[in-house]
């Protein structure tokens, strides 16, 4: 089984609420290895990265946005781009000069794990266990009421590749470390556990 690595990041709104430590013992109850972590404080310059100004991150979300209020009967009078644009603005806003807890996770299928650890994008429909299901109070309507970026309380790599890409704007090939645990002899070995005769 092929070891996957994961960018998660614990957002300003749960560093607020002392939530570092509870976000944390979710991903390590998973199975999940933390192979890298720092609390830093972004630039703008560093957010837009992340986040970039390009129509391969604008379309995307500009239709989950846009669909969004379509579900709910709303005709916001922009197209996808333009809605993807104040999200990305929105954004960029939200996380600058505020503190932010890197950490890169490891294991098998760490990004689907890392993912359904977070829960939904919408927290109101969040799956119970979850961090946004068992943490949030936010709803789009709130956020969009507020004219700020939504508090989705972690960030969670949507596949390998998005992940590996994330991961290099992050940390530096040397703030990874690559460590055994004795409980990936479960993962990787079929003979963990037996008793000898």
Same mark, same amino acid.
């Given at each position: 089984?092929?070891?996957?690595?994961?960018? +998660?990041?614990?957002?300003?709104?749960?560093?607020?609420?002392?939530?570092?430590?509870?976000?944390?013992?979710?991903?390590?109850?998973?199975?999940?290895?933390?192979?890298?972590?720092?609390?830093?404080?972004?630039?703008?310059?560093?957010?837009?990265?992340?986040?970039?100004?390009?129509?391969?991150?604008?379309?995307?979300?500009?239709?989950?946005?846009?669909?969004?209020?379509?579900?709910?009967? +709303?005709?916001?009078?922009?197209?996808?781009?333009?809605?993807?644009?104040?999200?990305?603005?929105?954004?960029?806003?939200?996380?600058?000069?505020?503190?932010?807890?890197?950490?890169?996770?490891?294991?098998?299928?760490?990004?689907?794990?890392?993912?359904?650890?977070?829960?939904?994008?919408?927290?109101?429909?969040?799956?119970?266990?979850?961090?946004?299901?068992?943490?949030?109070?936010?709803?789009?309507?709130?956020?969009?009421?507020?004219?700020?970026?939504?508090?989705?309380?972690?960030?969670?790599?949507?596949?390998?590749?998005?992940?590996?890409?994330?991961?290099? +704007?992050?940390?530096?090939?040397?703030? +990874?470390?690559?460590?055994?645990?004795?409980?990936?002899?479960?993962?990787?070995?079929?003979?963990?556990?037996?008793?000898?005769?």
């Amino acid at each position: 089984m092929k070891k996957e690595r994961t960018l +998660i990041f614990i957002k300003p709104e749960s560093i607020q609420r002392h939530l570092i430590g509870e976000l944390i013992s979710k991903f390590e109850k998973r199975g999940l290895k933390l192979v890298a972590a720092k609390l830093i404080v972004p630039t703008r310059e560093q957010i837009g990265t992340h986040y970039p100004d390009d129509d391969s991150w604008y379309i995307p979300t500009g239709t989950k946005t846009l669909e969004g209020y379509k579900a709910k009967g +709303i005709d916001p009078g922009k197209t996808a781009k333009e809605l993807a644009v104040i999200v990305r603005e929105r954004l960029l806003d939200h996380f600058t000069d505020r503190p932010l807890f890197l950490m890169i996770w490891e294991g098998p299928h760490a990004v689907v794990l890392g993912r359904k650890t977070a829960g939904s994008t919408n927290p109101l429909s969040a799956e119970n266990g979850s961090i946004r299901g068992d943490y949030s109070f936010e709803s789009y309507d709130l956020a969009d009421n507020l004219e700020r970026a939504v508090h989705t309380l972690v960030h969670a790599s949507g596949t390998s590749e998005e992940a590996e890409k994330e991961i290099k +704007i992050w940390f530096l090939p040397r703030e +990874i470390i690559d460590y055994d645990l004795v409980m990936e002899s479960v993962f990787y070995s079929k003979n963990w556990g037996r008793v000898r005769h």
